[in-house]
């Protein structure tokens, strides 16, 4: 058997799957019309809809004010276990060495961006004002949310519980620790 007649077997072969194949599919078009093939592949997932009857409701807002009444019960032993995450940049110590973010010893109630040797963004130096609870909950939160422009690549902390830790630790980081809000 030479080559030609090989090609001309299998394209027997390939025309009888294409006839096979191809006819009942042609057929299922033609019957069923072909507006019942236009349905999507994948329905995507909607948000439940929302009492106003809008389909996709928009995500919660952080709401600092829930972080405030957690302050009083706060952990700072739980805020140091969480902190761990925040050491590959920054520093607790008292003296303590800059890293890739500042050292954060005495930051709450501090001047914004006023750690000395630190190299702050644009943003972050033309930010004014102190690092109250309020001002840190929003930052450590969302820190690119919250300071566009900011050099602190960590995503944040959406839980107010953990957050509040967090912040019992940091107004632990000081000779003088700074009045808890009321």
């Known amino acids: 058997m030479d080559s030609?007649?090989?090609?001309?077997?299998?394209?027997?072969?390939?025309?009888?799957?294409?006839i096979a194949f191809g006819g009942r599919t042609f057929l299922d078009i033609r019957m069923a019309g072909h507006d019942s093939h236009a349905k999507p592949g994948y329905v995507l997932p909607l948000m439940a809809a929302s009492a106003g009857g809008s389909a996709a409701a928009a995500p919660k807002a952080f709401d600092v004010a829930a972080v405030k009444p957690l302050l009083v019960k706060a952990s700072a032993e739980a805020?140091?276990?969480?902190?761990k995450k925040?050491?590959?940049?920054?520093?607790?110590?008292?003296?303590?060495?800059?890293?890739?973010?500042?050292?954060?010893?005495g930051i709450?109630?501090?001047?914004?961006?006023?750690k000395?040797?630190?190299?702050?963004?644009?943003?972050?130096k033309e930010k004014k004002g102190k690092w109250s609870f309020d001002e840190l909950?929003?930052?450590?939160?969302?820190?690119?949310?919250?300071?566009?422009?900011?050099?602190m690549a960590f995503a944040g902390v959406t839980d107010p519980a953990e957050l509040a830790d967090l912040l019992a630790y940091?107004?632990?980081?000081?000779?003088?620790p700074v009045a808890l809000p009321n």
């Open 4 to 18: 030609f007649e090989f090609n001309k077997i299998a394209g027997a072969v390939l025309a009888a799957l294409l």
């Open 79 to 83: 805020g140091q276990a969480a902190f």
């Open 86 to 105: 925040c050491q590959t940049c920054h520093t607790p110590a008292k003296d303590g060495k800059n890293g890739t973010g500042p050292n954060l010893w």
């Open 108 to 114: 709450v109630g501090a001047d914004q961006a006023s």
């Open 116 to 124: 000395a040797g630190f190299a702050y963004s644009t943003a972050a």
């Open 137 to 151: 909950a929003l930052f450590i939160h969302n820190p690119k949310g919250y300071m566009p422009g900011t050099k």
């Open 170 to 176: 940091l107004r632990s980081l000081s000779d003088n």
